[in-house]
């Protein structure tokens, strides 16, 4: 037998974090799913600034619905967006750093052409 004590035991370990349900290149792959979402990167592409009401009256679609189309580009991290006077008709636009060269769009990870 062993004059030494018996050894502490050790707590356990702490699971690690549940990762999350998507990760940003899959958020921002997903975006690229519907046309509305497309025809918005192609027009902010160009430079332009849109709001969701001019992109509702060009599809013929109502306010509420293109606002989430706007959101969720912005939120996956394709669009940038500023306030306007009025909340519900915020500025959504591309970043130049997105759109150094005309005709793509580069997301560092990313590059790909649009038209």
Same mark, same amino acid.
């Not at 975006?31 to 009256?57: F, M, S």
């Not at 991290?77 to 909340?87: M, Y």
């Given at each position: 037998?062993?004059?030494?004590?018996? $050894? /502490?035991?050790?707590?356990?370990?702490?699971? @690690?974090?549940?990762?999350?349900?998507? %990760?940003?290149? =899959?958020?921002?792959?997903?975006?690229?799913?519907?046309?509305?979402?497309?025809?918005?990167?192609?027009?902010?592409?160009?430079?332009?600034?849109?709001?969701?009401?001019?992109? $509702? /009256?060009?599809?013929?679609?109502?306010?509420? @619905?293109?606002?989430?189309?706007?959101? %969720?580009?912005? =939120?996956?991290?394709?669009?940038?967006?500023?306030?306007?006077?009025?909340?519900?008709?915020?500025?959504?636009?591309?970043?130049?750093?997105?759109?150094?060269?005309?005709?793509?769009?580069?997301?560092?990870?990313?590059?790909?052409?649009?038209?």
């Amino acid at each position: 037998m062993s004059d030494q004590p018996p $050894a /502490a035991s050790q707590p356990p370990a702490t699971p @690690a974090p549940a990762a999350p349900a998507f %990760s940003f290149p =899959e958020k921002f792959y997903a975006q690229l799913t519907h046309p509305v979402r497309i025809w918005i990167l192609q027009q902010l592409a160009q430079g332009r600034e849109l709001t969701p009401k001019q992109v $509702a /009256a060009a599809w013929n679609r109502k306010h509420r @619905a293109i606002n989430l189309h706007c959101q %969720s580009l912005h =939120e996956a991290g394709l669009i940038a967006w500023r306030p306007n006077t009025d909340r519900r008709s915020d500025i959504y636009f591309m970043p130049e750093q997105f759109r150094r060269e005309p005709g793509w769009l580069d997301y560092g990870f990313c590059r790909f052409r649009i038209q």
